[in-house]
């Protein structure tokens, strides 16, 4: 492998500065979990970071999968582009990273109709096709979840969602694969790790968790990847995301 260590923080820092990288305290964003995985062919390597959570100005929790790597998969199309040109532009101003999207909550009957930030009273969700019923209130506190109001709000049940049913709220294998290349192999799969504060000028660089990773993936061994505490994924960790 050509690359070095310095190569991918390079990539990753210029990332955070251009706003590519997750910010885990988005103020549009309700946290409520977190993946990263790691590949690696002979030659290339990803680094795939997913998010759930919430944005009440999109209305519907979603899984942002963020891919970071020196060789893309199956990009996003022109036709998501006002024009070849926007699609060029966007090509050249992103090389090395790639943005997609899941939902995994199929049915859109399940919150407020008259307001997305409240569940639906009684309602219940269909996630990965497996109906969840609405959980009462004394449940959310099993997730260290305190209520806000007396009736949950989006977030809150997304937030029990991860705790509850972590693996069908974040991707499958091939939604997470969905930009990296098939012969690149898992190297490294991380529920927690120490991620750095990019709303507060970190940068990657700067993170012990990024230079390890760079680290596994230049040698192509996990066994350079120490857990750095304290491990921050955790939505309750970054109490301004989703308070804009």
């Not at 492998?1 to 390079?10: H, Q, Y």
């Not at 969905?178 to 690149?184: D, F, G, H, L, T």
């Not at 504060?197 to 066994?223: C, R």
């Not at 304290?230 to 301004?240: D, K, S, V």
């Amino acid at each position: 492998m050509d690359w070095t260590i310095n190569n991918i923080l390079e990539i990753l820092d210029s990332c955070a500065e251009d706003f590519t990288f997750p910010v885990l305290d988005n103020g549009y964003v309700y946290l409520a979990a977190t993946k990263l995985s790691v590949y690696r062919s002979e030659n290339d390597w990803a680094i795939v970071i997913e998010v759930f959570g919430f944005s009440p100005r999109s209305g519907n929790p979603d899984i942002q999968i963020y891919t970071f790597s020196s060789k893309l998969h199956d990009r996003n199309p022109s036709s998501n582009y006002v024009s070849e040109e926007a699609y060029e532009n966007y090509l050249r101003n992103n090389p090395y990273n790639e943005s997609r999207f899941i939902f995994p909550i199929e049915n859109n009957d399940w919150q407020d109709a008259d307001d997305s930030e409240y569940i639906k009273e009684g309602g219940n969700c269909i996630l990965r096709g497996n109906d969840i019923l609405f959980p009462e209130s004394s449940e959310y506190i099993k997730f260290s979840i305190e209520l806000e109001e007396e009736r949950p709000l989006t977030f809150e049940f997304c937030r029990y969602l991860a705790g509850k049913h972590r693996d069908m709220v974040l991707c499958t294998e091939v939604e997470r694969r969905i930009s990296v290349p098939p012969e690149m192999e898992l190297l490294l799969q991380l529920d927690e790790w120490n991620h750095p504060d990019i709303s507060d000028g970190e940068l990657p660089s700067a993170s012990i968790t990024f230079k390890q990773i760079s680290e596994v993936i230049v040698t192509g061994s996990s066994d350079a990847y120490i857990n750095a505490k304290p491990l921050n994924t955790h939505w309750a960790n970054w109490p301004e995301a989703g308070t804009l």
